[in-house]
């Protein structure tokens, strides 16, 4: 049956749009729960493993992990920064492959 492009929206049309737009609001709340409680379930997870009266190294060990993985990207992006620099300054300087 071919679709009728006439603009009006017949009532059942109307209903069934309403449905389904009732059904997304609620899968849309649904999700936005189910995030809110995995996120207080985290942040209950950390404060309650924490102690208070721990040296700060050992309550920040987590966060080792993270900056250890900064520095060696850090160090990876300049040794390939200095790298390249190393193989423009040969082609330019010593081989005169470029000429600036």
Same mark, same amino acid.
């Given at each position: 049956?071919? +679709? $009728?492009?006439?603009?009006? =929206?017949?009532?059942?049309? #109307?209903? $069934?749009?309403?449905?389904?737009? @009732?059904? !997304? ?8 729960? @189910?995030?809110?409680?995995? $996120?207080?379930? $985290? @942040?209950?997870? !950390? ?8 040296? =700060?190294?050992v309550r920040?060990a987590h966060? *080792?992990? *993270? /900056?250890?993985?900064? %520095? ?5 992006? @300049?040794?390939? !920064?200095?790298? #390249?620099?190393?193989? &423009?300054? /040969? &082609? %330019?300087?010593? =081989?005169g492959v #470029?000429? +600036?």
């Amino acid at each position: 049956m071919p +679709i $009728r492009s006439s603009g009006h =929206l017949t009532q059942e049309e #109307i209903r $069934r749009a309403s449905e389904l737009e @009732a059904e !997304t609001a609620a899968k849309e709340r649904a999700a936005l729960a @189910a995030e809110l409680r995995r $996120r207080r379930g $985290r @942040a209950h997870e !950390t404060r309650a493993g924490a102690d208070v009266n721990a040296p =700060l190294s050992v309550r920040a060990a987590h966060e *080792y992990a *993270y /900056v250890a993985r900064d %520095v060696r990207r850090i160090a990876l992006t @300049a040794g390939l !920064t200095v790298a #390249i620099l190393a193989v &423009l300054y /040969v &082609l %330019v300087n010593v =081989l005169g492959v #470029i000429s +600036i």
